[in-house]
């Protein structure tokens, strides 16, 4: 592992995309967003996923030239089409889209069908966080395991994000409803690291926490075995039915994750309680919520994204932590694709 300058990594996934035609503010916007996940720990879907979104920019899977489009108006509720267009840029301007709602109804929700993969959805929620609302939003995505009691895949990781504004550091709730995520799974077999806790099952059946074998056996485990199941099940049908859109199933019938449907609700938490009332309270929360004693001496109680604003600072000071190798191809990557 090295470390590189945040606008250094920034750069050069900008220039990479203006490789393949990608330009303007909204290759812009992609490139922060990349480099932002890596800055913020969240290297699943940082340099790790960028050679994937490259490829779908090349093979016309991912449109760049789309532009998103309002379908539906139902009150505090609409739905867009995102014309297959780069899911980074459709999420950021259908959350947007949400507070614009949010500000004249107090709450606001875009469903989005017909879009590509977002890579982080809590950059959605923090995004929403930054202008003072509560942000929530979630995609459904291809068949990733299995419902409980089953070995068949039939049901997606669903991620769900959550993010509430504080002025000390936004909490982020961002999570798939499998115990890992699929891009965890595959940077921690880059790394040749085991999980903590068992995440999913080996070829033969048995509980494992070697990502290799989950990722070879498509058997994680849902968070709470029955009840993130239960969860992804019902967040694949919402975001289909606000969306418009496909739901899991439907995408599994595909050569390949694209068109799904994503949720994106902003609710105007400074218009209902006031910022210094929103700050007190949230504040107060988090104050009890570090009196609890941590079961490891080394550890601290966290609450959630508390761990992501540490490496945020700890990446703008000393350097944004890559895997050399990832890096390197990065950088050598070619600047005269067609």
């Given at each position: ?66 532009q998103p489009e ?6 505090a509720l609409e ?169 899991t199933h439907q ?88």
């Amino acid at each position: 592992m090295l470390r590189v300058p945040f606008q250094s990594l920034n750069d050069e996934f900008y220039r990479v995309l203006s490789a393949v035609g990608f330009t303007g503010d909204k290759a812009k916007l992609c490139a922060k967003l990349f480099a932002e996940n890596q800055r913020d720990g969240i290297y699943s879907h940082g340099l790790n996923r960028f050679p994937g979104f490259v490829s779908g920019l090349k093979s016309k899977q991912i449109d760049y030239n789309a532009q998103p489009e309002r379908i539906t108006s139902l009150g505090a509720l609409e739905q867009w089409d995102g014309k297959m267009g780069v899911g980074l840029v459709n999420a950021h301007l259908c959350i947007q889209r949400a507070m614009e709602i949010a500000a004249e109804n107090t709450i606001g929700c875009v469903g989005l069908s017909n879009t590509n993969h977002w890579m982080r959805g809590g950059a959605y929620a923090l995004q929403a966080a930054e202008a003072g609302y509560i942000g929530i939003c979630w995609t459904n995505t291809t068949k990733l395991m299995p419902p409980w009691g089953s070995a068949d895949k039939k049901i997606g990781n669903n991620p769900l994000a959550i993010a509430i504004p504080r002025k000390d550091g936004h909490i982020l709730l961002d999570m798939a409803m499998s115990q890992y995520s699929n891009g965890k799974l595959e940077v921690l077999k880059i790394q040749d690291k085991q999980l903590p806790l068992p995440g999913g099952y080996d070829s033969q059946g048995n509980l494992t926490i070697n990502p290799g074998e989950i990722l070879t056996s498509q058997r994680a485990v849902p968070i709470g075995y029955w009840k993130g199941s239960g969860l992804a099940l019902v967040l694949d049908m919402m975001a289909a039915i606000i969306a418009g859109g496909q739901a899991t199933h439907q995408i599994g019938q595909q050569s390949s994750e694209y068109a799904v449907s994503q949720v994106y609700i902003a609710v105007d938490a400074t218009g209902i309680a006031g910022k210094s009332i929103l700050n007190d309270t949230v504040d107060a929360i988090i104050k009890d919520f570090h009196t609890a004693t941590p079961l490891n001496e080394n550890e601290d109680v966290r609450y959630p994204g508390e761990g992501m604003l540490r490496t945020r600072k700890e990446s703008l000071e000393k350097g944004v932590i890559v895997d050399e190798t990832q890096w390197e191809a990065l950088q050598a990557m070619m600047t005269d694709i067609p």
